[in-house]
């Protein structure tokens, strides 16, 4: 039985009157219709089917855990690059002390411990020993001397021979007052000593502030410990005003009683 196709509008107003084309028997287009019918409808089933939906849902569950795991590979590599910066600017602050240490130390090399400022020290150091030494030497003579012609002029009676030892006493009084002068001279080279040491100290003092302050650095200190033995380790030297752990003349006393 043929197959009777209707004519449209739009054919009609395109083409006209042109004739229809010839038509075909339901024997030649009915195999072909039903064979692609039958295949929609195999397709239609299978997506219809809970295992393709298992399978499209499987996907979807499988594109989220790659998602969310792309996500947290993200946060991890933002965390690192953070903890990254806070380090460089660690290192910074580390590069810039380090710096600035490396220029007081040259400071210091410069102006303080290079050969010629340390025997300048050194010098002046030796100078007060040498000068104080000589100066009480002067002062024992002369007070010797003194004592020696106080003796005589008690047992002359001679006028001229109390003069001559009235005269010898009072050169000896005033070779006294010479050798004294040495402590205006002491003075001046333990001042040029004590200035070069407070360079060194204030140099110091700033290290130790580029490098957290003095009580950062105490907790790096090594514990005290006195090597000393026998006498040595009772020899203190004279106490300083305001020092403590030294036993006072009224401590002394107190012995004898």
Same mark, same amino acid.
């Given at each position: 039985?043929?197959?009777?196709?209707?004519?449209?509008?739009?054919? /009609?107003?395109?083409v006209g009157?042109?004739?229809?084309?010839? &038509?075909?028997?339901?024997?030649?287009?009915?195999?072909?219709?039903?064979?692609? #019918?039958?295949?929609?409808?195999?397709?239609?089933?299978? #997506?219809?089917?809970?295992?393709?939906?298992?399978?499209?849902?499987? @996907?979807?569950?499988?594109?989220?855990?790659?998602?969310?795991?792309?996500?947290?590979?993200? /946060?991890?590599?933002?965390?690192?690059?953070?903890?990254?910066?806070?380090?460089? %600017?660690?290192?910074?602050?580390?590069?810039?002390?380090?710096?600035?240490?490396?220029?007081? @130390? +040259?400071?210091?090399?410069?102006?303080? =411990?290079?050969? /010629?400022?340390?025997?300048?020290?050194?010098?002046?150091?030796? +100078?007060?020993?040498?000068?104080?030494?000589?100066?009480?030497?002067? @002062?024992? &003579?002369?007070?010797?001397?003194?004592?020696?012609? +106080?003796?005589?002029?008690?047992? %002359?009676?001679?006028?001229?021979? !109390?003069?001559?030892?009235s005269e &010898?006493? !009072?050169?000896? %009084?005033?070779?006294?007052?010479?050798?004294?002068?040495? !402590?205006?001279?002491?003075? !001046?080279?333990?001042?040029?000593?004590?200035?070069?040491?407070? =360079?060194?100290?204030?140099? @110091?003092? %700033?290290?130790?502030?580029?490098?957290?302050?003095?009580?950062?650095?105490?907790?790096?200190?090594?514990?005290?410990?006195?090597?000393?033995?026998g006498d040595?380790?009772?020899?203190?030297?004279?106490?300083? /005003?305001?020092?403590?752990?030294? +036993?006072?003349?009224?401590?002394?006393?107190?012995? =004898?009683?």
């Open positions: 039985m043929p197959v009777h196709r209707r004519r449209f509008r739009i054919e /009609e107003a395109i009157d042109m004739p229809m084309p010839p &038509e075909l028997d339901s024997g030649e287009v009915g195999p072909m219709h039903r064979e692609i #019918m039958s295949e929609l409808r195999a397709i239609r089933a299978q #997506m219809g089917t809970p295992g393709h939906s298992v399978a499209a849902g499987t @996907i979807g569950d499988s594109l989220s855990r790659e998602a969310a795991e792309a996500q947290a590979l993200l /946060e991890t590599y933002r965390a690192q690059i953070e903890q990254c910066e806070k380090l460089k %600017v660690e290192l910074d602050l580390i590069y810039d002390a380090i710096s600035r240490t490396k220029r007081e @130390i +040259a400071v210091l090399h410069g102006n303080s =411990f290079n050969g /010629e400022e340390m025997a300048k020290v050194n010098g002046e150091l030796g +100078a007060v020993v040498g000068g104080t030494e000589e100066a009480t030497q002067q @002062i024992l &003579e002369a007070a010797e001397s003194i004592d020696n012609a +106080a003796t005589a002029l008690s047992r %002359v009676t001679s006028p001229d021979q !109390q003069k001559l030892l &010898e006493i !009072q050169e000896r %009084v005033v070779s006294i007052f010479e050798a004294c002068n040495f !402590q205006d001279l002491t003075g !001046q080279r333990i001042k040029k000593v004590m200035t070069t040491m407070k =360079f060194i100290e204030n140099h @110091i003092t %700033v290290m130790m502030d580029i490098w957290g302050g003095v009580d950062a650095i105490k907790a790096h200190a090594p514990a005290i410990v006195d090597h000393r033995e040595a380790r009772l020899l203190n030297g004279p106490k300083v /005003e305001g020092d403590v752990g030294h +036993a006072s003349q009224d401590d002394i006393d107190a012995l =004898f009683d």
